[in-house]
């Protein structure tokens, strides 16, 4: 009887822990899906109480649980994005949210070293940070440098690797191998592997469709070549309608430019 009472009060308590656990990873679950949306909404707004409610929720899932890794590169893209949406226009603040991505981003990768998201953005955030520091490219450009080589080997065919690796290779002065045009091809190629990927989790990230046609849009647009422009920006607001950036801004912009020609 004893023996009985034993095994059963044993199979309550694994009961209880695996409900236990699995209820924490259907949180973490719901909060990262929750999270990428609020970050979505500030991406498509530069909305900083957007990125800050997408912040707080994922701070909760950092010190446990099967999630950390992914919650830490969330964290980092949110900095990311706040560098280079809501401080477009108050570049002082960027160069402290890039610093602050890069800690998110690290922490990710000692979890997690194979993540290629994570290394390719990164390889991005050091790349960004050159432009507020040139004399810093001495060191960041190598640093950029092998985090997008660790990404690339790692998922080559990713869209995100590609398009952050167009990023460098377009703002990249061509006497360090890079160029506007071998980025805006960059761009191109990023394109098809976009039209290719397949998400197969919907934790994963999937952001960026929108971005790369606005990248070739902004180069051609340097290229004082408006009606190829307007089409890509067009093809931006075709993957995301609400995305202000283009709705409000470059379509503008494009409109003033075509009226000096």
Sequence with gaps: MQTMRLNIIISCIIILVTVNGFSQTQTAAQGIMDAKEFIQQGSNTASREKFEQAHNILTQFTCQGDHQALAEYYLGYIDYQMAVAV????????????????????????INDNDAESHALLASCYGMQIAFSPLSGIWRGPKSGSEMSKAKNLALENPRVALLG??????????????KEKGLEAFKEAVKLFDQWKTVDSLQPDWGKEQVYTWIGIAYL???????????????????????????????KVASEAETQ
């Design 87 to 110: 401080y477009r226009m108050d570049k002082e603040k960027s160069p402290a949210s890039f610093d602050s991505a890069i800690v998110h981003l690290e922490k990710a990768l000692q």
């Design 222 to 252: 340097d290229r004082k070549e408006t009606i190829l422009a307007r089409k890509a920006f067009e093809k931006a607001l075709e993957t995301n309608p609400d995305y202000g950036w283009v709705k409000y801004v470059l379509m503008k």
């Design 166 to 179: 167009a990023i460098g290779t377009y703002n990249t002065p061509a006497l360090f191998g890079g160029g």
